[in-house]
């Protein structure tokens, strides 16, 4: 008796404190980009002006996930998928968020993804990388643009390059759809006016 009424308190405990703990969850994980189940991006396929963003020299594979999520805290953390990547300092955020990725539904030659969440102003910058190498950018001036819902134009952030030469970074205080400036198409132009 004293069995039965053990296992059927403990069990459901324990199946509990299981599916809690799985990456990408709210309580495990931290850090680590778990893929999830591709949604529309809206956002992606109502682009315009999409050359404005460096292309891949050479098509990649389309990834089986187009987004993934990671929990991040207040001690901050990072995640990369598809050559994107998301640094986190700490103190950026006052609880436990859900940062995203997300790939264009169409599109994905273009080196560009919607970062998550919205709408939310971080407390400290951001850091972003976007893909360099191998783009129609690669050789040109790094930069970095964001596409402004409002104006529906590419606006020019400006943008570093890693020290390994790669991706192209630059820090921000929201999230939108960001992609590498193709400064080749802007013949190596650092205008800010629309990309």
Not at 85 to 102: E, H, N, Q, W
């Amino acid at each position: 008796m004293r069995l039965r009424r053990f296992l059927f308190g403990v069990v459901p405990v324990l199946a509990l404190v299981a599916g809690c703990g799985e990456a990408g969850g709210p309580f495990g994980g931290e850090g680590q980009a778990a893929p999830v189940e591709p949604r529309l991006n809206e956002t992606a396929l109502q682009l315009q002006n999409v050359e404005r963003v460096a292309a891949y020299k050479v098509a990649k594979a389309r990834p089986a996930n187009l987004w993934v999520k990671a929990w991040i805290g207040p001690a901050g953390g990072s995640f990369s998928y598809y050559g994107f990547r998301i640094v986190v300092p700490a103190g950026a955020v006052d609880k436990v968020t859900m940062f995203t990725l997300s790939l264009p539904k169409e599109g994905t030659e273009r080196a560009l993804a919607e970062f998550g969440p919205h709408n939310v102003k971080f407390a400290q910058p951001i850091t972003i990388e976007l893909p360099y190498a191998g783009t129609t950018s690669e050789g040109y001036e790094a930069g970095t643009v964001w596409f402004d819902e409002s104006t529906k134009l590419w606006t020019s952030v400006g943008g570093t390059l890693t020290a390994d030469g790669q991706r192209v970074q630059t820090q921000v205080w929201h999230f939108s759809t960001y992609g590498t400036k193709d400064t080749s198409f802007m013949g190596g132009s650092t205008s800010s006016s629309g990309g």
